[in-house]
């Protein structure tokens, strides 16, 4: 077995990597929040959108999508699976757009890619600006407080006569506001293994931070991190889906 660092970028081995996610699942979902709290209109923007699978679904359901990524190679990716879409490369916690969108999305846990409480307030003032009047934007988010670092999701699948094991965690030293997802990647090809790991480093806060934060600009919703059914935060589940409506004047 060989072991080294994993490579910065992961665009050679997302798609496998996240081959277990319910993409259309979880864009349906979003597209019924939409329609219950947003204006009615449809240009949709995807913030760390990766390859693009998220706005391949919005794209079918009749959205009008623009994904933003900081890696290009995604972006290539992006590109040949969505060419009707418009893709932009930009970094989610200093990024404008030409035109505003009624609904801003950003999957899987990227949010906290915004490193540091700084950033994460320059994405929302971002987001703000981005959006059109009574825009939505909605994403998912882990409470620190709720993070078992023992806890981990593993999954396999089989490419280009290669088996791969792909395994993550979140993991909180106990305080500040730094966590970090732990990745590794196991690789086997004719019996030889290779392993590839790494640990990104990431914004840590909870949920009530993260409300106190986001109230001057949104009135915000914390639901349970369910894409099939829409239901109040349990006040417990670490885990939760934020809608957040864009208020006509930001508060003071």
């Not at 369910?226 to 939760?240: K, L, M, Q, T």
Request: one cysteine or more; charged letters at 20%; proline letters at 4%.
């Amino acid at each position: 077995m060989t072991a080294n660092a994993l490579y910065t970028d992961l665009s050679a081995y997302y798609d496998l990597m996240c081959a277990d996610i319910d993409y259309r699942t979880q864009s349906q979902g979003v597209h019924r929040l939409n329609r219950i709290f947003g204006n009615g209109s449809s240009l949709h923007l995807d913030l760390a959108c990766g390859t693009g699978p998220h706005v391949r679904h919005f794209l079918d359901l009749g959205y009008a999508s623009t994904g933003l990524d900081i890696n290009e190679p995604m972006l290539d990716k992006a590109r040949l699976r969505c060419p009707e879409a418009q893709f932009i490369r930009q970094d989610m916690g200093d990024f404008s757009v030409e035109e505003p969108a009624d609904l801003i999305t950003c999957f899987l846990y990227s949010i906290h890619y915004n490193q540091g409480l700084e950033r994460l307030e320059s994405c929302f003032a971002c987001v703000y600006e981005a959006l059109a009047a009574d825009g939505v934007f909605c994403f998912n988010v882990v409470d620190k407080n709720r993070i078992d670092n023992s806890a981990s999701v593993r999954h396999a699948a089989d490419h280009d006569d290669s088996h791969f094991v792909f395994r993550s965690g979140w993991h909180y030293p106990g305080n500040g506001h730094r966590q970090s997802l732990k990745l590794r990647i196991d690789k086997t090809t004719a019996e030889l293994t290779q392993s590839w790991q790494d640990e990104h480093p990431m914004v840590a806060l909870g949920f009530g931070e993260l409300q106190q934060m986001l109230r001057p600009w949104f009135d915000v919703h914390l639901l349970e991190h369910e894409y099939d059914r829409i239901a109040p935060w349990d006040g417990v589940s670490g885990n939760a889906l934020v809608v957040c409506v864009k208020r006509p004047v930001r508060l003071s």
